[in-house]
């Protein structure tokens, strides 16, 4: 009886050691991936802040944007959210881009392309919310932009103020969920 007792005994101690084992090496896990997870949010965020210069709009449409902000005189487009307006002697090639890229993804592509990814936009907050100080432990977010045939430059520009914008030690995540596009 006593050798079935200790038996029992020592399958619980071993039981409960390697519990304490498992749930030690799931937190380590854990705690290595949230580091890398934030290495790599940090090497996006660094990336997007020396490259955002060079991006390359679509195919065409580059050369033509670049032109077409020249001719207007204009600087900074979009800035602060201010309306881009087209003057009325707009060519019938650029209002073909227009109607293009309204037709694809309902909204101006061409306007939208000239705005930079690195934009200021004004802060809408509220005073109470802008003065408001937040506690120092808030556990971490994960960002979710479901997107679906989305115009590649709006979707660069909302990662880029999300990454711009938000304190990355909040951020544990940002996930891009393709809703089964069909636009290359």
């Known amino acids: 009886m006593n050798s079935i007792l200790r038996k029992r005994n020592v ?17 380590v896990a854990y705690m290595m991936y949230n580091f890398l997870s934030n290495s790599a949010l940090i090497s996006v965020k660094n990336e997007l802040l020396t490259e955002h210069n060079n991006f390359d709009l679509e195919d065409g449409i580059t050369d033509e944007v670049k032109k077409y902000i020249e001719e207007l005189g204009l600087k900074n487009p979009g800035e602060n959210g201010e309306p ?11 209002k ?16 939208s392309n000239m705005i930079s990814l690195n934009r200021n936009i004004p802060d809408f907050r509220s005073e109470i919310c802008k003065n408001k100080t937040y506690h ?49």
Do not use: Q
């Open 11 to 27: 399958c619980k101690k071993f039981r409960s050691g390697l519990l304490l084992f498992a749930f030690s090496f799931l937190n």
């Open 84 to 94: 881009i307006i087209l003057p009325e002697n707009t060519s019938v090639e650029i």
């Open 136 to 184: 120092e432990n808030l556990p971490k977010i994960s960002i979710v932009i479901p997107f679906h045939n989305e115009e590649w430059m709006l979707l660069m520009r909302t990662l880029h103020s999300i990454l711009l914008r938000s304190p990355l030690k909040y951020v544990e995540e940002i996930l891009l969920i393709d809703d089964a596009s069909d636009k290359e």
């Open 96 to 111: 073909k881009l227009i109607d293009e890229g309204k037709e694809k993804f309902g909204f101006n592509v061409f306007i």
